[in-house]
């Protein structure tokens, strides 16, 4: 799990550009909208892109995002439980 | 009542000049992205936005940021009269052909909504109003090269009109690693400024020969 979300913490620093931003400063359980990184909606739709394209897990309803997203951790834990 | 150009930058390879001097240059960042992002830390803009740009949107915005700095005036005028003027030659087709590359391939789509919103040029004056809450009149024209002339028409009529009163004009062009961004804001004249210099095609073609 821990590697899992180390490789997460890269693909998103680099597909969102978070200049400056190093896997270390991501908290695993902080969440992604909002107070945390100040990610947005397009920012949401390319962690769409990235679940599918990284780890050929498609979300069908954009709205399913909103709890898949909320911390890194729920991210990790959505692609362990697709991998089942 | 002419109108003037209270300040003008211009952001080229290696160097940023304001007002005529050159003020910032850095001949040790010649790749576009690098020299972008030591004007960025030079003139400490603090805008986490600004690494989600694409290249068209980084020169124009920089530009801008270096023109209104220490400008707390703009921020006292209406929203709704502060326009956004431009003009460049290749539109957004520097960010259009890197769009196309996550979609030309059928086994390979994947088409990037991060890339995808800055297909157009337009884009480029929403993140200066989105950046300064600008909400007056804004577009971007395509030319073959900058046409100050059509621009000082268009921008004087607009503020002589009264439809707005300040406006950040100029040129923000990218295309393959060559960019070039000129910009003014240009305000009515007022009695107590002097030394300015009028928004006419003469005085804008001399200033960035």
């Known amino acids: 799990m821990e590697e899992l979300l180390l490789k997460i913490k890269e693909q998103v620093i680099d597909v969102l550009n978070l200049e400056d931003v190093e896997p270390a400063d991501i908290d695993t359980d902080a969440p992604l909208f909002g107070d ?10 390319e962690l ?37 | 009542m002419e109108n003037v150009i209270s300040k ?66 703009i921020k006292e005028l209406d929203p709704g009269k502060v326009g956004v003027i431009l003009q460049n030659s290749h539109s957004s087709i520097d960010t259009d052909s890197k769009y196309n590359d996550t979609i030309k391939d059928k086994a390979n789509y994947f088409p990037s909504p991060a890339v995808f919103v800055y297909t157009l040029p337009n884009v480029m004056i929403g993140e200066i109003c989105i950046r300064n809450k600008f909400q007056g009149e804004n577009t971007c024209f395509i030319a073959k090269e900058f046409d100050a002339e059509f621009i000082s028409d268009y921008v004087n009529g ?12 100029g040129w923000a062009d990218y295309i393959d690693g060559e960019y070039c961004a000129m910009l003014f804001l240009v305000e009515k004249s007022k009695e107590n ?17």
């Open chain 1, 48 to 84: 769409i892109v990235l679940l599918e394209k990284q780890y050929g897990i498609k979300i069908e309803d954009p709205k399913d995002g909103k709890k898949i997203f909320q911390t890194i951790r729920t991210i990790a834990e959505f692609i362990e439980e697709k991998k089942k």
């Open chain 2, 158 to 169: 607009l503020l002589d009109s009264g439809k707005i009163d300040a406006c950040v004009t």
């Open chain 2, 193 to 209: 400024i002097k030394d300015n210099i009028s928004f006419k095609p003469e005085f804008i073609n001399q200033l960035i020969k």
């Open chain 1, 36 to 45: 945390g990184l100040g990610l947005d909606s397009i920012d949401a739709l």
């Open chain 2, 8 to 73: 003008y930058c211009i952001v080229k390879p290696h160097e940023v000049i304001v007002d005529g001097k050159v003020d910032f240059s850095d001949s040790e960042n010649p790749e576009y992205g690098a020299f972008m992002k030591a004007i960025y830390k030079h003139y400490e803009v603090k805008y986490p936005k600004y690494f989600k740009m694409d290249n068209l949107c980084k020169v124009a915005f920089l530009a801008t940021e270096i023109v209104l700095q220490g400008n707390d005036q």
